[in-house]
């Protein structure tokens, strides 16, 4: 193996740059020339190929966002597109690639070698947290962080007005980042996708609270939960319950941003060198993950169709530490 091409694709996400960084770098230990591929698939299709030596990555472990910059390329979807895809990688000599992204990306990445058997190695690039095969996914760590901060920030407005606050946070059909944020945060009450009576289970709260006049709440909201979002929450809120002071925050893009935690950066990098290695072993069609602090290999298939569960006892802690 002679050269290997890396992308970052779909949203960015914190750890994406110490991912990168890793990737370069095993590469350079084993003589393996690495080509950066710019905005994902789409310059995978219109050719932004650009080789990255080591230099190139000093100094970016602790930026968000990606050097590579990302995109969503629905050209990418089509056999033509894919097509266009491969001749530029032949044409720059790409024997194999790493995919830093997200369950679409993924599904792009195994059409892809299905298709022209360019083996693929793929990292969990997502804030999301929704891939199956790792316990946590590349950016959750800092975006929860995030997260917690803006809660602490509004909980101080909240108490002072005897407010009642829902705070939208990301995840798409996921409440990864809604569970734990409103864990750590020490918010009053989750809503999230995976829980479909958390409506009614809602309603029964703030009656309890509102008997005891108690107005002040956070309720940490998943932006794909089936109640709608925290704007059409609120609306059902002031229908139902016009004693309550209630006002919504959206946190959105903000989640994405930051510079990477700890935790996210060294995933990121330990991700990162095993798919390299993964893929000088030989392997293909696999993300990298981390279950159990041991770094795991899962079939992309697997990865992209499993439905990674909640922590139940996370779920269980939601409720049994609220007042
Ligand atoms: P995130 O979870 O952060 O949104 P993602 O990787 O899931 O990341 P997507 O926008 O869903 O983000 O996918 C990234 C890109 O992968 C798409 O823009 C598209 O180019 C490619 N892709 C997604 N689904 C498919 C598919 N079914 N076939 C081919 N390519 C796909």
Redesign the pocket.
Known sequence: MNKIGVFT?????PGMNACVRAVVRTAHKHDVEVIGIKE???GMVAGYFETLTSLDVAGIIQRGGTILRS???????TKE??QQAYDNCKKHGIDALVAI????????????EEEFGIPTIGCP????N?LFGTDYTIGFDTACNTVVKAIDQIRETAASHNRLFLVEVMG?DSGFIALNGCVAGGGEAVMLPEQRDDLPRLMQFLDEKSQHKIYSNIVVVAEGDEAGGAIELEKVIRKEYPQYDVRSTILGHLQRGGSPTCRDRILASRLGHHAVEALLKGERNMMAGEINNKVELTSFRDSIEKTKALNSDLLQLSEILVA
């Open positions: 694709s779909g949203g960015d996400s994902g698939y789409r995109s969503r390329c629905p050209e990418f979807k597109g894919r992204g997200g369950n679409g990306t993924f599904t792009g990445a195994l059409y892809f690039g997502t804030i999301d929704d798409r």
